[in-house]
T-cell receptor
Framework: ETGVTQTPRHLVMGMTNKKSLKCEQH?????MYWYKQSAKKPLELMFV???????ENNSVPSRFSPECPNSSHLFLHLHTLQPEDSALYLC??????????????FGPGTRLTVL | GQNIDQPTEMTATEGAIVQINCTYQ??????LFWYQQHAGEAPTFLSY????GLEEKGRFSSFLSRSKGYSYLLLKELQMKDSASYLC??????????????FGTGTQLKVEL
């Protein structure tokens, strides 16, 4: 257990569905991240939130919409996804996002399949 | 941008030593991380290097040469449970402030009897 939880662990959705992924960290950290991990590809950073403010968006399509209501919770809202969006979506947290060494703690991930 | 290269797969014998290399090209290097990821699980932090040299932590050590854009992860006294993917990640400073962390594709290590 890393102190970062994600729900659901598995999700199957159609291209017209709307769903949300949830991440919660119990470590008192101030930065939270969404990553996408596809088969045979490097881990891709999607979004970074630092003190609830989005500080990075790595050219992610608008069908992915993040939300960070407080430093402990992070959501990823999904709508009109494509089959190529099927991947493992990982949430991570760290003490702070920038300027200094900060170890990231990862959640177990949500395995998303888009039909 | 960044270019991170590491071998796709390696095989080693239980009890042996294995070295996993990572080379990178970056414009504003600000640290290198190694993570371990077992199949179906989240990555877990192993080590961090920002200065040249060797960092030792139990059976695992990580080395960095900034001038060569090179790092390696050394695993000693290999155990079957060390079979996993090992991810090299490089952080570099970005224009306007802040850092960006980019991961390599990972090296799948298989430990055999």
């Amino acid at each position: 257990e890393t102190g970062v939880t994600q729900t659901p662990r598995h999700l199957v959705m159609g291209m017209t569905n709307k769903k949300s992924l949830k991440c919660e960290q119990h470590l008192g950290h101030n930065a939270m991240y969404w990553y996408k991990q596809s088969a045979k590809k490097p881990l891709e950073l999607m979004f970074v939130y630092n003190f609830k403010e989005q500080t990075e968006n790595n050219s992610v399509p608008s069908r992915f919409s993040p939300e960070c209501p407080n430093s402990s919770h992070l959501f990823l809202h999904l709508h009109t996804l494509q089959p190529e969006d099927s991947a493992l979506y990982l949430c991570a947290s760290s003490q702070k996002a920038d300027l200094s060494y900060n170890e990231q703690f990862f959640g177990p991930g949500t395995r998303l399949t888009v039909l | 941008g960044q270019n991170i290269d590491q071998p796709t797969e390696m095989t080693a014998t239980e009890g042996a030593i294995v070295q996993i290399n990572c080379t990178y090209q970056t414009s504003g290097f600000n640290g290198l991380f190694w993570y371990q990821q077992h199949a179906g699980e989240a990555p877990t932090f192993l080590s961090y290097n920002v200065l040249d040299g060797l960092e030792e932590k139990g059976r695992f050590s990580s080395f960095l040469s900034r001038s060569k854009g090179y790092s390696y992860l050394l695993l000693k006294e290999l155990q079957m449970k060390d079979s996993a993917s090992y991810l090299c990640a490089v952080r570099d400073r970005i224009t306007g402030g802040g850092n960006k962390l980019t991961f390599g594709t990972g090296t799948q290590l298989k430990v055999e009897l």
